[in-house]
């Protein structure tokens, strides 16, 4: 959903920035189009910063910190953006409602795909977010954890939130589909693109991998 949405955003706003420049513009339009790049930049910042590291893969060492920083704040902007979306998408809406505004099935578009995109960008980041929070959330090898029938996962990396002092089964995610910045300690799984649940199991399994981990100085 998140590819999705951001193409359909980007080509509703493509279609509303040509006509805007193809006619006289007024300052209403010019605030539109500035809000939806905005928005479009800060959503795709995901994409940007797992581009990066690829690009930049030769010289990981030189710029090291520089794509941890990025990756860092990178789904804070896809929140962000998603919430300018959202703006976007009530402004168009109130006024259009006041009729100052012509294209009307344009600008229907503009809003159904704004709260779109807007919805799925930030509920992606807030999820993730919460996920992470803390310093129990981690990323597993899958191969590396023995086999557990209560999960069901076919890709190579397994995300997990491990509460120590607790005995309430372990949170899971698996991705089943895009993921971005899948080389960082907190890969991005967008939403809808993974499958989730929770594993007593995995809970008595993380317990003797702590045990038995060494702590590296």
């Known amino acids: 959903m998140y590819i999705l949405s951001i193409v359909l955003f980007a080509f509703v706003y493509l279609l509303y920035a040509h006509r805007s420049m193809s006619e006289k513009i007024d300052h209403h339009p010019v605030l539109s189009i500035a809000i939806m790049n905005i928005s479009i930049f800060l959503i795709m910042m995901p994409i940007a910063t797992t581009l990066m590291s690829l690009f930049l893969e030769e010289n990981l060492k030189d710029y090291r910190d520089l794509i941890s920083f990025m990756q860092s704040i990178s789904v804070w902007c896809a929140g962000a953006g998603g919430l300018v979306a959202i703006f976007l998408s009530g402004l168009t809406m109130v006024r259009l409602k006041q009729n100052r505004i012509s294209h009307k099935t344009l600008n229907m578009n503009l809003i159904v795909v704004g709260l779109f995109a807007g919805v ?5 980041a807030y999820k993730h977010l919460a996920f992470f929070s803390g310093d129990d959330a981690g990323v597993f090898l899958y191969e590396a954890i023995p086999a557990i029938d209560d999960i069901d996962c076919n890709a190579p990396i397994l995300l997990v939130k491990w509460e120590p002092d607790s005995k309430k089964p372990t949170a ?30 995995l809970n008595e399994v993380m317990t003797i991998l702590m045990k038995n981990a060494v702590k590296i100085e």
């Open 120 to 124: 799925v960008s930030f509920i992606s």
């Open 172 to 201: 899971w995610r698996c991705p089943t589909g895009v993921a971005f910045n899948i080389n960082s300690p907190t890969p991005f799984l967008p939403w809808g693109s993974y499958a989730e649940g929770e594993s007593s199991k």
